[in-house]
């Protein structure tokens, strides 16, 4: 499968994941796991989904969406991610680049 299909399917995976994390509310994202992961294919290939569940400094939840796979021999790692911010206020924005580099993705 080319890696285009790969990367177009990576990323509907991706969204469709958060377009469900987005309806809910602060105390709903707030009692997820930390960190909840999955094998699923994608294009052929075993990857892992995974969410991530962190606290940032403004008291605000970061929520990171994963898709992970192994290349070349298992020596490298190939990842795309999205992710949303949760305010206690009720307000739900997309995670700046930013965001997801700061804390790790």
């Not at 177009?8 to 958060?18: C, G, H, P, T």
């Not at 989904?49 to 940032?56: E, G, N, P, S, Y």
């Not at 796979?69 to 190939?78: A, D, K, P, Q």
């Amino acid at each position: 499968m080319a890696a285009g299909t790969y990367e177009l399917e990576a990323q509907r995976l991706i969204q469709d994941r958060i377009a469900h994390l987005r309806g809910l509310r602060f105390a709903d994202a707030a009692a997820l796991p930390e960190t909840a992961g999955e094998e699923t294919l994608v294009g052929g290939r075993k990857c892992a989904l995974t969410v991530f569940v962190q606290r940032i400094l403004s008291g605000q939840l970061l929520v990171t969406v994963q898709v992970a796979r192994r290349g070349l021999l298992g020596l490298l790692s190939f990842q795309m991610e999205q992710g949303l911010v949760f305010a206690r206020d009720g307000t739900v924005r997309d995670a700046a680049s930013e965001e997801l580099q700061n804390t790790g993705g």
